[in-house]
């Protein structure tokens, strides 16, 4: 092995390090508020902050405009002047979160009706997701392999949003002055991470917009806009559903289960970020190049199935102790929900291969696939099987996107066989 390639891993496996330090400490903590929130709040309440935070989540594809892991390209082939790259994405991000505060206003007027929680929250909420924009920082820092800056300004407004939280139970403040600190959350954070990108750089780095480049990100951008949208809309749309066509009671146990699931999905996330420069410079082997990729989606996988594994065989103990008997059902929702992970850590490497190979149309087709398979399944299991119907939707969605579909195309095919070569490495092991 290289002398580069050497000192890139150990680059890159310090990243995860401390990317993985502060999930640690961002599982515990947001765990322990989660667990305190749930019981005071009670599960009518819960359920409605739940679909307040799922809305936000809609909207943050308008204000990441399909750029994140395209800036990170631009970064690292330093073709273009970085300042030229953030100036240009910043702008057109928040361009983005702008449109984001128009259509729900539009929607709130067009639509007329009364929703789970009231339409001021939700333009707020709009609001917040569009200071969103500011994340872009944090693709500076992967793409420098960098990230103990991202990961100190998520701590610092974790933190501060727990203890507010905290004095508020403490105090017994109402659902208010929670809805408020989720809108907030997302301004604090990008405002940290831009203060700690000039403290970096010493503001040796000046922006500067560039109209054709802006065209030229666009260009490249706009299938993973519609992709992100509708990745999110598979991800976040069941719960909106139950909370329209169940209520909130039914949402507040939805939540419970699904948070316990979601909390795992930083981990491949964080991998194949920190393993993405590295990975993108081994194309010049294509030997090399498949061997990473097989071994990373070797790892994700089975982690995948370590956690789904584990988390089925204590989920009734897990949910019961941590929330109470009141959301005791949500084990039932947890032991299907979980085994979506599976796919979603798969999912991580699979995204990053298709902007890899310039395969972005295939991205919108996969994540489009499962947005319309969701709905469909939702809009039909949740009257007849209620919240454990959405769980099966949500799994079924998430294997037709995430390897099903990487089948009926011949530019995907290999990745396909990668997935599958991994679904059966306990069989290569002992062979081997």
């Known amino acids: ?161 727990s203890a507010l939280k905290l004095l508020a139970i403490y105090y017994q403040m109402s659902l208010n002055l929670f809805l408020i600190l989720v809108v907030l959350e997302p301004v604090f954070t990008g405002l940290l991470l831009y203060v700690f990108f000039n403290v970096k750089k010493n503001k040796l780095i000046k922006f500067k917009f560039d109209s054709n480049y802006a065209k030229e990100l666009f260009s490249q951008s706009k299938w993973l806009i519609l992709s992100g949208f509708m990745a999110i809309v598979y991800l976040k749309v069941d719960q909106i559903m139950i909370g329209e066509m169940l209520g909130s009671e039914e949402l507040g146990i939805y939540s419970v289960a699904v948070r316990m699931s979601e909390v795992w999905y930083f981990f491949p996330t964080a991998i194949v970020a920190s393993f993405f420069p590295k990975l993108l ?51 039932q929702v947890l032991n299907i929900h979980i085994w979506a992970g599976v796919f979603i850590f798969m999912r991580a490497l699979l995204s990053k291969w298709l902007i890899a190979e310039g395969l972005l149309k295939f991205s919108l087709v996969t994540h489009g696939i499962a947005a319309v398979v969701n709905v469909v399944l939702n809009y039909i299991w949740i009257p007849q099987f209620g919240i454990l119907g959405a769980a099966w939707a949500t799994l079924i969605a998430y294997a037709l996107s995430s390897y099903v579909v990487l089948w009926i195309n011949r530019k995907t095919l290999p990745m396909a066989k990668i997935m599958t070569k991994t679904i059966t490495f306990p069989y290569r092991l002992l062979k081997n």
């Open 281 to 331: 410079k081994s194309r010049v082997s294509y030997a090399l190049y498949e061997y990473n990729l097989q071994r990373l989606c070797d790892s994700l996988c089975w982690l995948g199935i370590v956690v789904a594994i584990f988390i089925t065989s204590i989920s009734s103990l897990l949910i019961n102790t941590l929330y109470g008997q009141e959301y005791n059902f949500a084990s």
């Open 1 to 161: 092995m290289s002398e580069l390639n050497v000192t890139s891993t150990k680059k890159a496996l310090g990243n995860i390090t401390w990317l993985f330090g502060e999930k640690v400490i961002t599982m515990g903590v947001a765990l322990l508020i989660s667990i305190v929130l749930a019981r005071y709040l009670g599960v009518s309440d819960f359920g409605k902050l739940n679909y307040l935070i799922s809305f936000i989540a809609i909207l943050m594809p308008f204000s990441a405009l399909g750029l994140n892991a395209i800036v990170v390209r631009e970064l690292v082939n330093e073709k273009v002047n970085t300042g030229t790259i953030l100036g240009t994405a910043l702008l057109l991000r928040a361009l983005g979160g702008l449109a984001a505060v128009v259509i729900v206003l539009c929607g709130c007027f067009i639509l007329n009706k009364e929703l789970l929680v009231s339409t001021n929250w939700l333009v707020l909420g709009a609001i917040g997701s569009g200071f969103s924009s500011l994340l872009l920082f944090d693709f500076y820092f992967q793409s420098i392999v960098q990230s103990q800056y991202v990961v100190k300004s998520r701590l610092i407004v974790l933190l501060l949003s």
